[in-house]
Antibody, heavy 120, light 107 residues
Framework: EVQLVESGGGLVQPGGSLRLSCAAS????????MDWVRQAPGKGLEWVGR??????????EYAASVKGRFTISRDDSMHSLYLQMNSLESDDTAVYYC???????????WGQGTMVTVSS | DIQMTQFPSSLSASVGDRVTISCRAS??????LNWYQEKPGKAPELLIF???NLQGGVPLRFSGSGSGTDFTLTISSLQPEDFATYYC?????????FGQGTKVEVK
């Protein structure tokens, strides 16, 4: 079964850090670009960023709202995707989804999401 | 950034109705337009990719059309399980951007 499972969410104080993980299974993880998408409570979907595959030098790309604070990485040997979040702000409060980039460029597989709450 | 505008933001419909949701991009995105369905408490799911291609398992009552800047998602005969929020998303440029969503509610 093709699956993405996020972990690492929780409550963190403003200015703090958190690292999210995403475990992939059921497909050739190495071939795909992998993205993070978030959704603040009661709001719409916001793309956070992505990391390309090895063929494309694992190049990361970010939304302007998180650039310089968040880092996306991957470990192909572990079939895992990561999101290191630093200098967290209240506006970063959201459910964070790990998503697979398909050859069509759409997001065809989504994890169940992990909640991050930034609050004092 | 490419801005995606969906309309309406919400609509009320009955089972069996034909439903149309529109999405407009702030610049041409060719056919790089995708549609997602989101139900409360669940992750979004891909419905249609590249404007008009149904993702596997998606019922044939869903269809998509358009090109350039104007796109449409149509549900030919609304079913009880279709009450949800729908998002368009462009995959033409970085950053990827979504419409604000259209909530389809029971009339």
């Amino acid at each position: 079964e093709v699956q993405l499972v996020e972990s690492g969410g929780g409550l963190v104080q403003p200015g703090g850090s958190l690292r999210l993980s995403c475990a992939a299974s059921g497909f050739n993880f190495n071939d795909h670009y992998m993205d993070w998408v978030r959704q603040a409570p009661g709001k719409g979907l916001e793309w956070v960023g992505r990391v390309k595959n090895k063929v494309n030098n694992y190049t990361p790309e970010y939304a302007a709202s998180v650039k310089g604070r968040f880092t996306i990485s991957r470990d192909d040997s572990m079939h895992s995707l990561y999101l290191q979040m630093n200098s967290l702000e209240s506006d970063d409060t959201a459910v964070y989804y790990c998503v697979r980039g398909a050859a069509s460029r759409a997001f065809d597989i989504w994890g169940q999401g992990t909640m991050v709450t930034v609050s004092s | 950034d490419i801005q995606m505008t969906q309309f309406p933001s919400s609509l009320s419909a009955s089972v069996g109705d034909r439903v149309t949701i529109s999405c407009r991009a702030s610049q041409s995105i060719s056919s790089y337009l995708n549609w997602y369905q989101e139900k409360p408490g669940k992750a979004p799911e891909l419905l249609i990719f590249a404007t008009s291609n149904l993702q596997g398992g998606v019922p044939l009552r869903f269809s998509g059309s358009g090109s350039g800047t104007d796109f449409t998602l149509t549900i030919s005969s609304l079913q009880p399980e279709d009450f949800a929020t729908y998002y368009c998303q462009q995959s033409y440029g970085i950053p990827r951007t979504f419409g604000q969503g259209t909530k389809v509610e029971v009339k």
